[in-house]
């Protein structure tokens, strides 16, 4: 009796659920109201970005998900979780993570740290040659991974420019004072590509900075620096979280520099050999997955947290 009363209820709650899904499209197709209508105005705006995200966004992820709990190599057949048993596993894919996340941090944080002061200065001070900072400052936006960390090589390198004027400044070798394939390169070629991508963001938020309570804090004898930290701070915290967020994740999915300086294995360099030596598929797929659904989560709770900051 109980079984057929929840089969009952189960098929009450679909019946309910496609008459709202049909009252939903009937609204869109034939609007009777104002508000029906812009309804239909919305999803006609919204349909071909939903179209591009089942396409190009579900059903390769949905596709992804399943080989990598195929119990097959080459064919997605049975249900296996030996590909993540193998990451969460296996120290060395633990490290391959350990590593990502402290290069991604630790590069997120220094451009945004960056970025603060020279959008501050963009944006608070008529700088000459403004247009070409600005210029210079958005260059590397444009740059495959490849040429930023070639560019690298050149500055840092054996026979890199930097290297040789310090050289001939320390009478030391170049090959003792080359870094360009070290960790600490990788992190100035990370370092290089986000500074960028945090200072556009940061320069939209002090463009809705009121400068009138600004000029009300100076007014009343605070020094530029306590007008930053109690009036300008609290209103670009919001763009600073902001500039986290796409800098992280900009972070973890760098991979054309790390083809060039492959001094630290990280998850993309990793996913990327999983397809070539060996051509581990079901590996592969755990590790995009595991990227995917940390990534998310990360943005989700990143913007949860951003507008807790504007609601304040």
Not at 124 to 134: A, F, S
Not at 247 to 257: D, H, M, W
């Amino acid at each position: 009796m109980s079984d057929r009363h929840a089969e009952n209820s189960l098929l009450s709650t679909l019946r309910g659920l496609a008459t709202r899904v049909v009252g939903a499209f009937e609204t869109v197709v034939n609007p009777v109201t104002e508000r029906e209508r812009e309804y239909r105005r919305i999803a006609a705006l919204c349909a071909p970005f939903a179209v591009l995200v089942l396409v190009a966004g579900l059903y390769p992820l949905s596709e992804v998900v399943r080989i990598s709990v195929s119990a097959a190599q080459y064919r997605s057949v049975g249900f296996s979780l030996d590909a993540y048993a193998t990451l969460f596993g296996d120290p060395y894919y633990r490290q391959v993570a350990f590593d990502s996340l402290w290069l991604t941090t630790g590069t997120t944080l220094v451009s945004v740290g960056l970025a603060i002061p020279i959008a501050h200065a963009l944006e608070k001070y008529d700088l000459p040659g403004e247009d070409l900072l600005v210029t210079l400052v958005s260059f590397p936006i444009s740059l495959p991974g490849i040429v930023a960390a070639f560019m690298i090589l050149v500055l840092f390198g054996n026979n890199g420019v930097v290297t040789a004027v310090a050289a001939a400044l320390t009478g030391s070798r170049p090959t003792d004072l080359a870094f360009a394939v070290s960790v600490p390169g990788l992190f100035v070629a990370f370092v290089y590509s986000m500074v960028p991508r945090a200072t556009l963001i940061l320069r939209g938020t002090y463009a809705e900075v009121d400068s009138a309570a600004e000029e009300a804090a100076q007014a009343l004898g605070a020094t530029p620096f306590e007008t930053f930290r109690h009036v300008t701070l609290p209103q670009i915290r919001p763009g600073i979280t902001g500039a986290l967020i796409l800098t992280f994740r900009t972070g973890l999915a760098i991979f054309g520099t790390l083809v060039v300086i492959q001094t630290l294995v990280v998850w993309t360099l990793q996913l990327s050999r999983e397809l070539g030596v060996g051509y581990d598929v079901q590996v592969a797929g755990a590790m995009a997955t595991v990227y995917f659904v940390f990534t998310f989560l990360f943005t989700v709770l990143g913007l949860r947290y951003t507008s807790a900051e504007v609601g304040i």
